[in-house]
């Protein structure tokens, strides 16, 4: 079992920028990939970014630019920077971590944290 815990979350004013941070109780060196994802009241959840093992990133169309994913394997920590917030980002945002373990690709989430996006 893998324990993630996501901190960071808070309110900021439209254009204001926030920095969200996983620490995982396990190595994230052993995770296939490192992500966030989110979910604002009513909707579905949906990626926000990904970090590989290898370090290749990935990131959703309205995130690009914006969004910058990190990951620091010595501290077992994933960092999600975000910068012009819209209230379109308010939302859960929630830790993710993919392993493959007897022989599945498991899913591993954290509780969230929340991001509100307001004046």
């Known amino acids: 079992q893998v324990q993630l815990v996501e901190s960071g979350g808070g309110l900021v004013q439209p254009g204001g920028s926030l920095r969200l941070s996983c620490a995982s109780s396990d190595s994230i060196i052993k995770a296939n990939s490192m992500g966030w994802y989110r979910q604002a009241p009513g909707k579905e959840r949906e990626l926000v970014a990904t970090?590989?093992?290898?370090?290749?990133?990935d990131y959703a169309d309205s995130m690009k630019g914006r969004f910058t994913i990190s990951r620091d394997n010595a501290k077992n920590t994933v960092d999600l920077q975000m910068t012009s917030l819209k209230p379109d980002d308010t939302a859960a945002y929630y830790c993710?971590?993919?392993?493959?373990?007897?022989?599945?690709?498991?899913?591993?989430w954290g509780r969230g944290t929340q991001v509100t996006v307001s004046s």
């Open positions: 970090i590989t093992s290898g370090g290749v990133t």
């Open positions: 993710n971590a993919k392993r493959w373990e007897i022989g599945a690709l498991l899913n591993y």
